[in-house]
Every structure is written in C-alpha cells, then in structure tokens.
C-alpha cells in the first residue's frame, strides 16, 4: 500500500485489494467500448500549442496537469484519496507528461518541422553504441552532448546522410529483444503493405553511465562486478529532499529506456507521413544462407513506443506504452475503420489472427505480396477507460502536430509497497524490492503493444505479455543468477 505520500482522513483501501475488486468487474464496465481510431483533430491556429500549454485530469478529486513541455517528471505524483482507479490515473498522467517531455528536441523544438521534430529519445545512444564490439569501453557521455554513435556499418557507407539512424533489429522475442534475425522465433510484424517492421532501443545519460560507470558493458567487466557481490541498481528518480536523507538535494532523474518500433512508409499504397512522426534511417537487412547484408535509406513512421522510467517509489520501473492511431482494431471492432497499419478489414485470405505469418520468412523478399504472409493483428485487451478519457482530454493540446495521432494504450506499475529499507546513494536513492514479491504486484496485471508484444496479447498468466513480470527474469549476460534490474539489455555485452 502507498501511504507514505498518499494520505486520507478516511480508512485507506489497499491498492492489491483495490485491484482484486477490479478485477472482479465484468471487462465490459471497466474498458472502453470498442471503437475506431479517434478522428483527426483540428490544427487549430495552423501550429502547435504553445509551450507551457496545460490541461488538468482529474484523478479521483485533485486535478493532476499534464503540460507541454521539456521537463521530465521524476515521479508520479499521487492523489490523496487513494484507489485502484485515481492511481491509475496518476500513472497516466506521468506517462503523458514523459511522452510530451521526450516527444521534444533536444533543442526544445515540438511540432516545428512541419508538425513534426526529430525527438530527444531519437539522438539518445542505443543499444550498439553501449554495448560496442569485442566488449570495448563506450565513450563518456558529456554534459549536454551525448555520446558520439559507433560507425555505420561497412554495408551503408556513403548510403546515407548526417544524423541518420541505423535500424538493424527486424523483430522482438516475448523474452529478449535481439538483433538480426534471432527474434523470428517469435515472428516478425508485417504490415498491409507487406513490409518488415523494424525496432530500435535507446536509452538515457543515468542509464548509460551506470553500465559505463561499473563495467558492465563488456561480459568481462560484468564477471567482476558479479564476482565481487556486485547487484544492478540503475538510479532512481527522486525529488529533491534539503536534507539529504532520502534524496540528493537537487533531485535526481532516473534510469529511462525507450523502445520504438517503426513501419516503412509506403506513400505509393497510401500511407500518409503526416500521420507518423518520421524519420529518415539506413535499414539494415542481415545476411541470409542466400542473400548478402543489405543497407537502404528509407522513410519510416513511429508505430509504437515504451517509455520505461526507474523512480524512486518503483524500484520495478513505470512502463508507458503508446502507439500510432492507426495501428490496429480492438477485438470486435475489426470492421470499424476502413485502414490500419497492421489489419485488413474483411480479408478472406489473410493469415490467422495475432498468429505469427508462416514461415519461410526472409525480410530479403519483401514487400510481401500474398495476404497470407502479413501480420493480421487486433487489440486483445481494450485500452482502458480511463486511458481513454486522459487521451481524449490531451489531443487538443497535440493539434498542429504529428503526436495528436499517438495515444497511451496504458501504464504497468506496482501496486504493493517496497521491502525494509531506506533510499540511499549506495542503491541510487532507490528503496528495495520487496521480497515476499519482487514483481509488487503490477497493474493492469497484462499490458501489450500492438507492435512490440504482437503475439504475446491476451491474459494467459505466464505466457501473455506483462512487462514487469517478464523483465523481472532478466540477468547479466555472464550468469542466470545475476538479476539485473529488469531489463535485457546487459545481455547484449560482448
């Protein structure tokens, strides 16, 4: 239960509690209807709301803002009055707040590049440039300027122009996310067009500098960190605290990794960019038995976006998870738009839904022309209703841009308490798990993208798609013992 920052005059109720009375209610009284794609909305001055633009949710009684703006929220903040709902609600706003905060250039430009901007989370390092080749030490990431990238690849030179981004990765595991070709165990996203969907992770200066900082880049520097006791503790966001007791006095943003999964963008079968936040990246395609590398400059659109944010009050991390409008239908609701990304509305000869295509894949041959061999994929579980409410509330403040056409489909925390223990420097100003529960029983106890969990949706315990559940296995890439903070990504060291 949350009751250290969350008080009432009246009994509080249990957040586990709460959850097991939602979760009692017939789906039907806490979802949305099924419904299509929400419409456009106006431009509204021919430009995007101006900075500082505020729109106030209400939470359970106190109105919670969620602001255009730069500035990344360290924590959720909570309401006084607490319920299952109105926290909820308080995660959905921290979600949208850190959207909005990350949609931004680095420059704090938003919308200005004809409705849209290249993002902060875009000129962030990735994944290949921590975890670099032979294990080698990455470079320090400055002040301001973030690391410089690893080349391009031998098979892109000269393809491509400065700033461009190098996409590699072509599909997700339920359990890893791997590069190449590895991930089609669990099958590869295949839009109507019949085009490979590509996937790309980066990641924030805390995050980068603690895996720089203690060696874990390489799996030599990861045996020494296991070997002398060594336990992954990425930092956690906190606010800032004058004394010094249980948080650095000016604060401190935690550990954030973004995960985004992007489409080709087929203008000549009717994709529309002003719909997709864009950008302009050299596509890799691995080697094959039959075919060499490949690298193509190609225009992409945004599908799909996890936002995963350490804060101090959840060690297990906050998982926001947002996707392009146009993705795909709610299940019983196929028929109701006459385009997506990612279904074909009243095919005869498509492949099973949310069902892997058949194999043979090779993203060499592509587009894929037979319905058959596309990714047929709808919403299992319908985004929630007070979701809902919360983007419909802050589309206006979108308009002029391309975000108006994303939404939160919704927000994974835990519901129960941290373990014994205060925060502190030595675990980067985190409280502890708790053990009776490591997961701390999250809420919604499933959530799945569209894009990124594609065939893993539904509400199977321990086979559809939960982010903390699932990342809760994660380890070193040195040892299955070595837990290492719910993310997979020190499996990639070298």
């Known amino acids: 239960m949350r009751a250290t920052r969350v008080t009432t005059g009246r ?59 730069t500035e990344l929220p360290r924590l959720p903040t909570f309401q006084r009055v607490i319920t299952l709902d109105s926290l909820q609600c308080d995660f959905d706003v921290f979600s949208w707040n850190s959207f909005l905060a990350l ?111 203690h060696g874990l880049y390489s799996r030599a520097g990861q045996q020494a960190f296991a070997a002398g006791g060594g336990r992954v503790e990425f ?36 994709d529309d960019p002003s719909r997709f936040h864009t950008t302009q990246a050299l596509v890799v395609t691995p080697a094959t038995e039959s075919e060499p590398e490949t690298c193509e400059r190609q225009l992409l659109g945004l599908v799909g976006l996890h936002v995963v944010t350490k804060t101090q009050t959840e060690p297990q991390w906050v998982w926001s998870t947002f996707e392009q409008v146009d993705n795909v239908p709610e299940r019983g609701a196929e028929e109701a738009a006459g ?19 058949p194999q043979p894949w090779d993203p060499h041959l592509q587009p894929v022309r037979a319905n058959s061999g596309k990714s047929q994929v709808v919403r299992q579980i319908p985004i929630p209703q007070g979701s809902v409410e919360i983007n419909e509330a802050v589309r206006p403040l979108l308009a002029g841009t391309v975000w108006q056409h994303y939404e939160l489909i919704s927000t994974q925390w835990p519901t129960e308490g941290p373990g014994q223990g205060e925060p502190s420097a030595a675990s980067g100003w985190c409280v502890p798990l708790n053990p009776v529960d490591e997961s701390g029983a999250p809420a919604p106890a499933f959530l799945g993208n569209s894009t990124l969990e594609t065939y893993i949706q539904g509400t199977v315990p321990q086979a559809s798609s939960s982010c903390i559940n699932c990342h809760l296995n994660a380890t070193l890439a040195v040892g299955q013992q070595s837990f290492s903070d719910f993310t997979y990504l020190l499996e990639r060291a070298q």
């Open 103 to 213: 949609s931004h250039g680095l420059d704090g430009a938003f919308g200005d590049r004809g409705g849209d901007n290249v993002t902060t989370w875009e000129v962030w390092p990735n994944e290949g440039d921590l975890f670099r080749p032979g294990g080698a030490e990455p470079p320090e990431w400055r002040a301001g300027h973030p690391p410089p990238r690893t080349p391009v690849p031998a098979v892109c030179e000269g393809k491509g122009r400065p700033g461009d981004r190098v996409l590699t990765q072509i599909g997700k595991q339920p359990l890893l996310v791997e590069a190449a070709l590895e991930p089609f165990e669990s099958g590869p996203l295949i839009d109507v067009h019949g085009r490979y969907a590509r996937f790309g992770i980066t990641m924030n200066q805390p995050f980068y500098q603690y895996v720089r900082d």
């Open 339 to 357: 385009r997506y990304n990612f279904f074909l509305p009243g095919c005869t000869d498509c492949n099973a839904v949310n069902e892997p295509p």
């Open 11 to 69: 009994a509080l109720v249990s957040c586990a509690a709460a959850a097991l009375l939602l979760a009692a209610l017939p789906l039907a009284c806490r979802t949305r209807p099924a419904v299509p794609p929400p419409p456009d909305v106006a431009a509204g001055g021919g430009g995007p709301v101006a900075e500082g633009t505020t729109v106030d949710i209400d939470c359970g009684g106190t109105k919670q803002p969620v602001t255009v703006g």
């Open 235 to 270: 930092p956690c966001g906190c606010d800032p605290d004058p004394s010094g007791a249980s948080c650095p006095p000016d604060g401190q943003q935690g550990a954030i990794m973004v995960k985004a999964s992007w489409k080709v963008l087929d203008t000549a079968a009717g």
